[in-house]
């Protein structure tokens, strides 16, 4: 993996740049729609491609518990998998086993599990989870790494922050000795750990630059602090973080979310927000959010938005998806996913031209004042 720092923005922290991986290139900053099983829900891999996705995230955890690694190994990786021949992140299931708190034990080597599926019991380590992802085949891999809760004591977030820098160096040490199952070299990131605390943050990314990852993620945060603080630890996180590795926000998240984070130096993002939000029925305009399932649009002969080009507002009226949702039909669904992941897209895709042109401030303040709540 190779990262290019092309453009830091005259207005801000906000900077574009190049990714390449042995699957093709990732123009920065870029938002990774979620495909937890390994599939972005309703869609197939050549919409996302139509709709300029360059990268999709897929589950460690949930991919180990099924179909299974191994399995996922002997079909020839997870690209050839679900038939998607552009980069991959997966992220090292460790969010996914420490919110199953009730199922979940951790001690200094890992942590003991339950599936959630059939209550079966399985341990990670920070060698397994690598070995997990080198079956998978990942084009970037995430070290385990342990998410804590908010709120919770400096003294907590403190023993967790020295565990998961434990960790991160045995996952690193391990990957640079482990061979490449699919033919290719994979990235390894780490992850910025240590809750809302400025102290534990520094520590924990310091530690990290000295062991040297190709990228680092900023973790643990959108677990309920409020937005403030979420701007405050990454706007102090990027301060720190190297200016020529690519960082990663985990799990944010709205659109207004995406460009406070762009407009602090942050390059990757995910979330299931345009996803999930789609298949409940709300979708992301020009104006702000729509309940496209609301009454006042039964009769309503607009797009979903009059200024989106995607294929479900080229050819579908407010009233048809309406009446698509009424009736429970699966398309509905789906074009409002596509719609929604074509928002997403396009809203990084105009934040990298904002950029390169020093507009970058003066655009986002003006796009989110266009943005407002619809019922």
């Not at 084009?139 to 977030?157: F, G, K, N, R, S």
């Not at 809750?195 to 677990?223: M, Q, W």
Request: hydrophobic share 35%; proline share 4%.
């Amino acid at each position: 993996m190779i990262f290019t720092l092309e453009k830091t923005a005259n207005d801000s922290k906000a900077r574009t740049g190049l990714l390449k991986t042995a699957h093709g290139d990732v123009h920065t900053p870029i938002f990774m729609p979620v495909g937890t099983t390994g599939t972005v829900k309703t869609l197939t891999p050549e919409e996302l491609k139509q709709n300029d996705v360059e990268i999709i995230l897929g589950n460690t955890y949930h991919l180990f518990l099924r179909p299974g690694d191994q399995l996922i190994a002997d079909l020839g990786g997870l690209h050839k998998f679900m038939s998607w021949d552009k980069p991959i992140l997966t992220d090292s299931g460790g969010f996914q086993v420490f919110s199953l708190s009730e199922l979940r034990k951790i001690d200094e080597d890992g942590v003991t599990f339950r599936s959630h599926l059939d209550g079966s019991g399985h341990r990670f380590t920070p060698h397994k989870v690598i070995d997990i992802q080198q079956n998978i085949g990942a084009d970037i891999m995430m070290v385990l790494d342990e998410c804590t809760p908010y709120p919770c004591t400096y003294e907590y977030a403190e023993r967790s922050n020295q565990l998961t820098l434990k960790w991160a160096k045995q996952a690193r040490d391990y990957w640079t000795e482990n061979k490449s199952v699919h033919g290719y070299k994979q990235a390894l990131f780490a992850i910025v750990q240590g809750s809302i605390f400025n102290k534990l943050r520094e520590k924990s990314a310091l530690s990290l630059i000295d062991f040297d990852f190709p990228g680092y993620a900023i973790g643990g945060l959108a677990v309920g602090e409020p937005a403030e603080e979420r701007i405050r630890i990454t706007d102090f996180c990027t301060d720190i973080l190297p200016q020529s590795k690519p960082r990663y926000l985990m799990g944010v998240g709205t659109p207004e979310d995406i460009l406070d984070s762009i407009e602090k130096g942050v390059d990757l993002f995910d979330c299931v927000i345009p996803t999930r939000n789609a298949r409940n029925g709300t979708v992301y305009t020009s104006h702000g959010k729509m309940i496209i399932k609301a009454g006042r649009y039964s009769a309503d002969e607009n797009p979903v938005d009059n200024q989106c080009d995607c294929y479900a507002c080229k050819n579908f009226s407010r009233a048809y998806i309406r009446h698509l949702f009424n009736a429970n039909e699966i398309l509905g669904l789906k074009l409002a996913t596509l719609h929604n992941i074509h928002f997403f897209l396009q809203l990084v895709k105009e934040a990298r031209k904002q950029i390169q042109s020093d507009r970058f401030l003066i655009w986002k303040n003006e796009t989110i004042k266009n943005w407002k709540i619809e019922n």
